[in-house]
């Protein structure tokens, strides 16, 4: 017996340039909200974007861009559909308001079916919202979407950084390409997470400031992007493109 | 039509099982189809002949559907999914994804979502037969 799905996720990714998976080993370090806003960012910058939000069992990146009501849309596949320019795909288009309860085995199919269902048109780049911990998401974007990049979230926290270093040993253990790490929720200048990067040889990306308004501009496009965090995300936005075109031509 | 994209991953997996096999002609795939999934055996038909390749110019499709047999992790009730237990929306989500059954569907026991899907999920390419190459 071979599973037919695993055939055919190549072929569903051969019009996206890259992936972008947006990872950290801990919760509530603003993965979500940074994925989001990266999408738009880059979308701003005139670049083809989609979100692909694999947060199972916790997705919220349709609260944050605002959207209700979507539906999938059937043609020889799934199309994803679009959302302020991006092109959207999450679990929220197949049960929006219910608690959708899976253990590692049911995510992994899910993954693997909305993988090999989906039908992504020609994108420069498809942002992966991930959950967080080192479970079977991690290794099913590793596994399935090979040349992804990897963009780690910490936070000065010291709880933060360590679980950021244990996804960081086993990125770099599997040989998984590694974008760098971004320092979110920063009070002042923390050099904590530099120190921690250093000495594992990865890269720093930037500082994104704390923001107390952030919150209340969450499902407001026009709000967000004028907070001072978006401002922060799309000086992250432009050191993404600078470094991937440094790791494409290297 | 969502029947296509489950049938480009039948026919690709099928060549590769083909050419690993040495078969220089296909003459039957069998697959297997879980009723969780509420595949339109039409739509599918449909799809896998219209990708059928030149390999598989006289290939007949067998498709061999599999009842959805749910086993509850709580209190080890086993059960068989039926369509009509869910309504409209509900069917279609499980189509597109059948691991929202786990939304929809409880143990018919304890009310407990927390079930495995022990048989009956999806599409599964259960063989591929054909002509051997000679030499």
């Known amino acids: 017996m071979v599973d037919p799905r695993l055939e055919v996720i190549g072929r569903r990714l051969s019009k996206v ?69 991006l092109s959207y795909m999450s679990v929220v288009l197949f049960s929006p308001e219910e608690p959708i309860p899976l253990r590692g085995v ?36 590793i596994r399935l979407m090979d ?24 990125l770099l253990e599997l040989k998984a390409p590694i974008l760098g790490v971004v320092e979110n929720m920063a009070m002042e200048t923390t050099e904590g997470v530099k120190r921690s990067l250093e000495e594992l ?9 704390y923001d107390p308004e ?27 493109e600078r470094r991937i075109h440094q790791k494409i031509r290297s | 039509m969502h029947e296509w994209a489950l049938a480009e991953g039948v026919i690709s997996t099928a060549l590769r099982v083909a050419i690993e096999e040495g078969l220089e002609e296909i003459t039957e795939i069998v697959v297997m189809v879980g009723e969780l999934q509420q595949v339109d055996r039409d739509a599918f ?7 059928r390749t030149q390999a ?23 059960w068989f999914f039926k369509r009509e237990a869910l309504d409209v929306d509900e069917a279609e989500a499980v189509h597109f994804l059948p691991e929202m059954a786990h939304v929809f569907i409880k143990c018919p026991i304890c009310g407990s979502p927390d079930f495995e899907i022990s048989e009956g999920r999806g599409v599964w390419l ?10």
């Open chain 1, 147 to 170: 040349s992804s990049y990897f963009l780690l979230v910490s936070t000065p926290s010291p709880l933060a950084q360590e679980t950021v270093r244990k996804l960081l040993l086993l």
């Open chain 2, 45 to 51: 038909l449909f799809a896998l002949e219209q990708l």
């Open chain 1, 106 to 141: 049911d995510i992994s199919n899910a993954i693997v079916e909305l993988l090999a269902i989906t039908r992504w048109k020609d994108l420069d780049y498809l942002i992966v919202d991930m959950p967080p911990g080192i479970g079977d998401e991690v290794l099913d974007v």
């Open chain 1, 201 to 209: 040889g990865v890269t720093y990306l930037g500082a994104i400031g």
């Open chain 1, 17 to 85: 340039d890259r992936v972008l998976a947006v990872a950290s080993g801990k919760g509530g370090v603003g993965k979500s909200v940074i994925s989001s806003t990266l999408a738009l960012a880059l979308s701003g910058m005139g670049r083809r974007v989609g979100l692909l939000d694999l947060d199972l069992t916790g997705p919220s990146t349709h609260l944050i861009l605002g959207v209700d009501g979507l539906r999938p849309i059937e043609d020889k596949g799934i199309i994803p559909p679009r959302v302020h320019g």
């Open chain 2, 56 to 78: 598989m110019r006289r290939a007949r499709f067998t498709i061999e559907p599999i009842p959805a047999r749910l086993r509850c992790r709580v209190c080890g009730e086993e």
């Open chain 2, 126 to 135: 259960a063989s591929v037969r054909g002509v051997r190459m000679v030499g």
């Open chain 1, 214 to 240: 952030l919150d209340e501009a969450l499902g407001h496009m026009d709000k967000l992007m004028r907070t001072k965090f978006a401002m922060d995300v799309v000086k992250l936005a432009e050191e993404v």
